[in-house]
């Protein structure tokens, strides 16, 4: 007689309940519905979807626009049309932001009225109270209200695509990790945890925004809720929704061959739709690029050329504000603004990220060896040390006589020796003034930021190699699974097959902690303290161990099934990468040249050739006075306007070629960071130290092109101006 009335009427022993609870168990290992057990030592993940939505709330930007919106929705109240709600709804809801495009039109307004009033009285005020700006400069910062209204409604255009650029890399990477986990555990909320917890960025927080929706109770499935986010992509990427939308079809397809094939698809489906995105792209940044060389560097600079003579003819209607203003705030806006819309159309690709565990050398700082010890510097003192002493020439020039060619009526006894030919003043030094200060000012920035990222990038550069073996390392340690090898004893065989390559100690490591310290094979790859990866930094190859981890749980085969199906995925993906570059090629030479040496060239060009004509202008001046002089009295009274003395005058308000060279210099040194930007994003994605590094390199190279085209120009056109005056004269 059974001691359990339960179990002679079709209930469970204890047995069955142990059995029944292990299932349970395993489930709820993938699935993780809250309250999540606090007593383990895994991450509690409620904590941070409460973090995730203070730190939303928190942020700066959105507070400070939000609130704009609803001040202004209070004072005008204003409704938004049909097109304006198609054109600023999906940006609303992709940014998350709790406005409405009405709100948004309200703010337009509110912004466009009270900037153009306040525009309005700064321009009474000066024109009949005290006139401090010109009329002119005033009648151009008009452009400022209108820029200002247009810019408070395009924001959250703006903002869209640039999140859209920030989370380019972490598309194609987000359906690979859920793809990995739902090869293991069909399960869609773990996979959706595993890949936001494993990426840094909008996603990660857009799919933690996926899972709090479900667990705060706004969606009952994951499902709905994934659904309700895979829209807000609609107009911004449809490969990377209909890839979600494959996810999503997998879990409901009962045939293992067709669920895998499903999973498959939405890889295949978002790297086939980056590649022929990215081949359109391509083909369409001709125009732009040719834009940036035109418009950034061609046709501006040129025409600096002719802005002294203008100026000497024209009686100073042009001053180097008007320069400060159009050549170093306007065209720099304008190309960055520029910039930015050619790159929010840029398809996703994926760029390698180091993790943050590792022991990366910091950004902005340089190691150097003192008795046996190496010490990290920053480098901003060097490259500040380095401005100074480039530029203590033209700092010490400009203290002792603060005055710019041309100069008349010099007394040469208050002139110091090294600015005077003779009598006279001699350009080509007290040119050399301004140079040095900007040449200073370049270098010092370019050597800053090369050596302040040297070591980083080297360390990055053996992260990426490491990745590139580490698809065909994965294949060799899953083949070793397969014939049932534990994955400890695994370890070591896939150490000895993959010897040649530098990924093949991450395998000797761990194998030699399970051996030599008992450690698990979680431990020996993971731990802080001695686990493998501490030692290679990489996010994607940490996020990959991971996901074998999950599946070695369940069983060797599981694990070696996992191990070469992501062994192809990161094969796929890297091959994608390849012909991306491969499509990007001939733009992106064509941006290195124009910063290498085009722009910088032409740059020296225009100021060298200022001088030259400033300096002929006022040799012909002289030479005219000199001869007037010596005309009888009669033919002295003719010299008017048009004669020496009338252009003497003239020069005293033609803008200086000094001061034309500061603009010049400062706006090269503002181009470069353009271009190097651009180059970065559209070859690199976010990559802060390529970034850095390109910079600097293109700041050292493009001023020191940029000197030299100076000198040369200066140096051979100005002997050719001084032999000429010597001639008339």
């Known amino acids: 007689m059974p001691e359990n009335p339960e179990d002679s009427k079709g209930g469970l022993n204890e047995k069955e309940k142990e059995r029944l609870q292990d299932v349970i168990n395993e489930i709820n290992e993938d699935v993780q519905r809250p309250p999540y057990d606090t007593n383990d030592n895994k991450e509690g993940y409620s904590r941070q979807y409460k973090e995730f939505r203070k730190e939303e709330e928190q ?84 452009l400022a209200p209108v820029g200002a209204t247009a810019y408070t409604f395009y924001l959250p255009i703006f903002a869209a695509k640039n999140k859209v650029i920030r989370s380019s890399g972490e598309m194609i990477l987000s359906i690979l990790y859920m793809v990995i986990y739902m090869r293991t555990s069909a399960n869609l909320e773990g996979a959706i945890r595993f890949a936001a917890l494993n990426l840094k960025g909008p996603i990660s927080d857009d799919l933690k925004g996926v899972l709090w929706d479900v667990e705060s109770g706004k969606y009952n499935e994951i499902n709905k809720s994934l659904e309700n986010y895979t829209q807000k992509w609609k107009d911004f990427n449809e490969d990377y929704l209909e890839s979600l939308n494959l996810l999503i079809a997998s879990l409901n397809e009962p045939n293992k061959k067709r669920r895998d094939r499903l999973m498959q698809d939405a890889i295949d489906n978002i790297l086939d739709g980056t590649k022929e995105k990215m081949k359109h792209y391509a083909q369409n940044l001709e125009t732009p690029v040719m834009i940036i060389n035109a418009v950034g560097a061609m046709l501006p600079v040129l025409g600096m050329i002719m802005l002294p003579l203008i100026s000497a003819f024209m009686g100073g209607v042009i001053t180097p504000l008007h320069l400060l203003i159009m050549f170093n705030i306007m065209l720099p806006t304008f190309l960055w603004i520029f910039m930015q819309r050619t790159l929010s159309s840029r398809p996703p690709t994926v760029s390698s990220k180091p993790s943050k565990k590792g022991n ?16 990290s510097v920053p480098t901003w003192p060097i490259g500040l040390g380095i401005f100074f002493i480039v530029g203590l020439y033209g700092m010490a020039g400009y203290l002792v006589y603060p005055h710019f060619y041309p100069v008349e009526n010099i007394n040469p006894a208050n002139v110091p020796a090294i600015f005077l030919d003779g009598s ?5 030094p007290m040119l050399m003034r301004s140079v040095s200060i900007v040449l200073g000012l370049g270098l010092g920035i370019g050597v800053s930021k090369t050596l302040g990222n040297k070591a980083r990038q080297q360390a990055e550069e053996e992260i990426q190699k490491i990745e590139q073996q580490f698809p065909n390392a994965l294949f060799e340690l899953g083949n070793n699974i397969s014939g049932g090898t534990p994955i400890e004893l695994a370890l070591q065989d896939a150490g000895q097959s993959t010897k040649d390559l530098e990924i093949s100690n991450l395998f000797v490591e761990a194998s030699n902690n399970i051996k030599n310290m008992g450690m698990t094979f979680e431990q020996s790859i993971f ?27 369940k069983g060797t085969k599981m694990a070696s099934t996992a191990m070469m199906t992501i062994s192809r995925y990161l094969e796929n993906i890297h091959d994608t990468q390849e012909q991306l570059n491969d499509l990007m090629e001939d733009t992106t030479t064509t941006i290195q040249m124009l910063a290498y040496m085009l722009a910088p060239v032409i740059s020296g060009v225009a100021v060298g050739m200022s001088q030259t004509i400033i300096s002929a202008l006022y040799s012909l001046g002289e030479s005219f006075s000199s001869t007037q002089q010596n005309l009888p009295d009669g033919g002295g009274g003719a010299g008017g306007g048009l004669g020496g003395t009338g252009i003497l005058d003239n020069l005293q308000s033609a803008i200086p070629p000094e001061m034309l060279q ?68």
């Open 59 to 142: 942020s700066q930007d959105l507070t400070q626009y939000e609130t704009l919106c609803y001040r202004m929705a209070g004072l005008f109240n204003l409704s938004a049309e049909k097109s304006t709600k198609k054109k600023l709804q999906p940006s609303i809801d992709l940014l998350d932001w709790e406005i409405t495009p009405g709100m948004v039109v309200s703010a337009t307004a509110g912004v466009g009225l009270f900037s153009f009033m306040a525009w309005f009285v700064i321009f009474m005020l000066n024109l009949l109270v005290l006139p401090i700006i010109p009329v002119s400069l005033l009648a151009i910062s008009v």
């Open 360 to 375: 990366l050398p910091d950004r902005g700082k340089y190691t150097i060896k003192a008795m046996d010890r190496k010490i």
């Open 424 to 428: 006279q003043l001699n350009a080509f």
């Open 662 to 729: 500061f603009v010049v210099g400062a706006y090269l040194i503002q181009l470069l960071y353009i271009l190097g930007t651009f180059y970065t994003k559209i070859t690199q994605g976010e990559d802060k130290t390529y970034k850095n590094m390109f910079i600097g390199k293109i700041m050292m190279s493009g001023l020191f092109f940029y000197t030299m085209t100076v000198v040369i120009i200066s140096l051979m056109f100005g002997s050719l101006v001084g032999s000429v005056g010597s001639n008339l004269g």
């Open 527 to 553: 731990d802080e303290d001695y686990g493998a990866l501490k030692h290679y930094p990489s996010q994607t190859i940490e996020t990959v161990m991971r996901a074998i981890l999950s599946s070695s749980n």
